[in-house]
């Protein structure tokens, strides 16, 4: 009786196809005819960079999702 092993290729991890998008921040002082302030200012910068984080982790996790839902088909 011969033991013959089966070699399985090595199946890599496709690199997701993405599309780039781009959106536009505005702030408005509901009509107090006044500048925001630098704090202002870094406050939403920081907020809207955090914001894009957490949208990126739930794009990812939702495909990850997706291919697991496939595999088990």
């Not at 599309?19 to 536009?24: A, C, I, M, N, R």
């Not at 960079?49 to 957490?54: D, E, I, Y």
């Amino acid at each position: 009786m011969h033991d013959t092993a089966k070699e399985w290729a090595i199946i890599k991890p496709v690199v997701y196809q993405t599309t780039s998008q781009k959106f536009v921040i505005c702030l408005d002082t509901m009509g107090q005819d006044r500048e925001f302030t630098e704090d202002q200012r870094r406050f939403v910068l920081t907020t809207v960079l955090a914001f894009k984080k957490a949208w990126e982790q739930s794009e990812i996790r939702v495909m990850d999702n997706d291919v697991e839902i496939m595999m088990e088909l």
